[in-house]
């Protein structure tokens, strides 16, 4: 059984692993970063079969895309506390030289990157063709992906998507963080994605909602059922309700914090939210 407060200590380490790379170089991307935190923490903690000896081909272990490539410091200080590289790698985020880039990249070799996701809308084309391949090599392993709401206002996405369900690709769950809100203010306002869940079932999808997408026993229990439901000849999809800057009281109901760093004193009030009786900073 899943350690849930295990996990939400990890969450909150993380939170502040996020505020700490973003204030450091007054740059990135918190408030994505702080409403997904919950959920890749449970993926990587709990729910996910993966080797930090890390191998691009991925054989024989799950696989995770990051599509929403922006939110890379939630990314990279999950697989920082999880082994894959060392937790005092995060203090070069965004710096010159770094493998840590603002958004993913492969070529600095960094581990638990396969796919630079600098640009939107490409993820889940890239996880449909690992999960083909996982079929051909006779692999029973899953691909998982996240994706923003606002991000499905890309074009590909929607050709991504009628794909895998025309294709019964069945052996992928893609995650969608849907906190209505993106760079220029709610989603509902730049381009409305309408009814999703019956878009997304009219491509032939498998559709799962997860309501309270902050909540680790809730996402643990979505995911599990996710997975139940995978290997029946539908692609599977989550919309995962979170909140943009959770854990943080002055990042959340907004989007002004989508791509903007946090001074001096607000960083100190953000982490004063997310103390831990055993800090482990960077």
């Known amino acids: ?7 939400e200590n990890l969450t909150k380490q993380v939170r502040r692993d ?4 973003v204030h450091g170089v007054n740059s990135g991307h918190p408030g994505g970063s702080l409403g997904c935190s919950e959920f890749l923490v449970s993926l990587y903690g709990e729910i996910m079969e993966y080797s930090t000896d890390f191998k691009m081909e991925g054989k024989n272990e799950d696989l995770f895309f990051l599509s929403n490539g922006h939110i890379s410091p939630v990314f990279y200080s999950v697989l920082a506390r999880n082994g894959f590289f060392p937790v005092s790698e995060l203090a070069t985020f965004r710096k010159l030289g770094t493998r840590l880039q603002g958004h993913p990249t492969t070529h600095e070799g960094l581990p638990g990157i396969r796919v630079a996701s600098g640009s939107l809308g490409q993820g889940l084309s890239v996880a ?9 090599n006779n692999d029973s392993h899953l691909v998982y992906t996240l994706h923003g709401d606002g991000e499905l206002q890309e074009g590909q996405i929607w050709e991504a998507l009628m ?8 052996n992928i769950i893609a995650t969608i963080d849907y906190n209505g809100r993106q760079i220029d203010g709610d989603t509902d306002d730049v381009l409305s994605l309408g009814d999703l869940r019956a878009k997304l079932e009219a491509f032939e999808w498998e559709v799962l909602e997860i309501d309270k997408g902050n909540d680790i026993e809730s996402i643990l229990n979505g995911l599990n059922e996710a997975k139940t439901k995978t290997g029946k000849g539908k692609p ?7 909140e943009m800057g959770n854990g943080v009281d002055f990042m959340m109901g907004t989007h002004a914090w989508h791509g903007k760093a946090p001074n001096d004193d607000e960083l100190e009030r953000a982490l ?6 055993e800090l482990s900073d960077y």
């Open 163 to 170: 794909y895998a369900g025309a294709k019964k690709v069945d």
């Open 236 to 242: 599977i999809a989550i919309l995962l309700h979170t």
């Open 18 to 21: 996020i505020l700490r790379m």
């Open 128 to 136: 449909i063709g690992a999960a083909l391949s996982k079929k051909l």
């Open 272 to 277: 004063q939210q997310n103390l831990l009786e």
């Open 1 to 7: 059984m899943a350690d849930i407060k295990k996990l």
